[in-house]
């Protein structure tokens, strides 16, 4: 898990140098990795990042947890249907075709 933590914050740190966010959302198992970690993550984070662009980004965990993936994938499923109804005709539950 520590190499793993490790190449997190190397890869958070390039990010971080090449586009400057203003926050950078773990999901998944990454917000395990922060969790199990986070001190170590961020120390790698700082070390490996130019000073600018490190003050300014905040690293959070996503709030939905692991049902993110779940959610979003039944989004897009829905999608469609929630865009415009007038496409989609009910059809009772019983009908025979």
Known sequence: MQ???????????NLVNMFNPQAVLLAGF????????DYRLL???RS????????RVVIRTAS????GLAIG????AFA???????NFALVPLNATG
């Open 3 to 13: 190499q793993q933590v490790e190449h997190l914050g190397i890869a958070i740190s």
């Open 30 to 37: 990454l917000s395990a990795l922060y969790e199990a970690d």
């Open 43 to 45: 120390n790698i984070i």
């Open 48 to 55: 490996g990042s130019v000073t600018g662009p490190r003050e």
């Open 64 to 67: 939905l947890g692991s049902s």
């Open 73 to 76: 994938a039944a989004e897009l």
């Open 80 to 86: 469609p249907l929630l865009s415009s109804t007038t």
